[in-house]
């Protein structure tokens, strides 16, 4: 019996993030169903407890799927998003997990393919990672 894979949690933002998965669904691009996907009107609403609530809720790792720097549609700083990933980033170190299992993915709109290279390439990653501890789940 094979092993379940990751369950990772996408926080996509509405524009460039969300397109992503659309076109890849249009494309017939597949990526594991243990892939939840929470759409957000933009990723500078996640901060950096939403990122380890998910984590507390039993993710294996988090992705936020955003615009490419200066391509937001809310012309929100890009780097406000890179300094909260990288804030919840430290404190997932301070808890002991590994903080490669949160990434922050920059998409052009559209671009299917590019998403599910990405997911893959991130659960790929994470399932290589020391399992996270019995309590974290």
């Known amino acids: 019996m094979s092993k379940p894979r990751a369950d990772i949690v996408v926080f996509a933002c ?3 993030g969300l ?3 659309e076109e890849a669904a249009r494309q017939g691009l597949h990526y594991p169903a243990s892939v939840r996907l929470l759409r957000v009107t933009c990723l500078s ?3 950096r407890g939403l990122m ?3 984590f507390e809720l039993g993710a294996d790792g988090v992705m936020l799927l955003g615009c490419e720097p200066g391509k937001c549609q809310f012309d929100i700083d890009s780097d406000l998003v890179a300094r909260e990933c990288e804030s919840a980033r ?3 170190r301070l808890l002991g997990v ?7 993915a920059r998409v052009a709109r559209g671009e299917g393919s590019d998403f599910v290279r990405q997911i893959n390439s991130f659960i790929e990653e994470i399932e290589e990672m020391q399992p996270r501890t019995p309590s974290s789940r």
């Not at 590994?98 to 922050?104: A, P």
Request: with cysteine.
């Open 90 to 92: 430290v404190l997932l």
């Open 98 to 104: 590994d903080d490669g299992r949160l990434v922050l």
């Open 45 to 47: 609403r996640i901060d």
């Open 52 to 54: 380890l609530k998910a």
């Open 19 to 21: 397109s992503c998965v």
């Open 14 to 16: 509405n524009w460039d």
